[in-house]
């Protein structure tokens, strides 16, 4: 955790009494430390262990015999990271730690490896890593929306080699002269969305990263579908 420069927040006895009690009575703040605590400025987690322990013990839900019931702790911990992660990936990651990252067929699971990747490199300097001289294959069964032609060229032929999002030219041209430009559903298929020209639109590779990618990318679907007339504002589906 304090490699991937993680910040403990708050600390809480979470045992079954404690659950039972308001919040703040549940806080524990061991001796000789403030949080928030930054975890990578801490010199000795052996001691930072017994001062937790120490506090912990001395909680008001301690049983008659002393000490507490349980060592049920909560720990909040705020990490920028997290944005990019899912909850079971980053609780695996912590209950495997590796310093390095091993290569993967995965799309989604290499996604989350180059992330963790690049924090540690952001909060530690390391060599260059070896790569591969051979790289590996793999055989893999995946599931992939079965998707209309005739909407991408429709599509395609309206934009008339400019991108509908940012209204630039396609910024290069394919081997038979079009322009390169990628059909994007402004309503995700994974969302739901329909495979109709009310859903698609043209746009360049750089616009169509963003429409996925960028934190504001709902605003910029907004924006998109207040732009063109054809397209409507498909709800989400679950």
Known sequence: MAELGMVLDDLQVASSEAMRLPE?????????????????????FDELRLAIGRVTGEHETKSKKGGNRTKRLRLRIRWIGASGMSADSIATMLAHWDP???????????????????????TKKAAPPKGQEKVPKTTATTERYIRDPEVIA???????????????????????????????????????????????????????????HDPAKNTLRRKLIASINRLKDFQAKT
Not at 100 to 112: A, Q, R
């Open 24 to 44: 703040k009575k549940r806080q524990i703040r061991p001796k000789g430390y403030t949080l928030p605590l930054e975890l990578s400025k801490v010199p000795d």
């Open 100 to 122: 390095s990252e091993e290569p993967t067929g995965d799309p989604k699971e290499l996604s989350e490896r180059v992330e963790r990747a690049r924090i540690r490199r952001r």
């Open 154 to 212: 429709w599509v395609l032929e309206e934009a008339a080699g400019n991108c509908e999002s940012c209204g630039s030219p396609a910024p290069f041209r394919r081997a038979d002269g079009e322009g390169f430009l990628e059909v994007h559903h402004v309503r995700p298929l994974g969302e739901g969305g329909p495979d109709i020209i009310e859903n698609a639109t043209a746009c360049c590779p750089n616009c169509h990263r963003r429409l996925h």
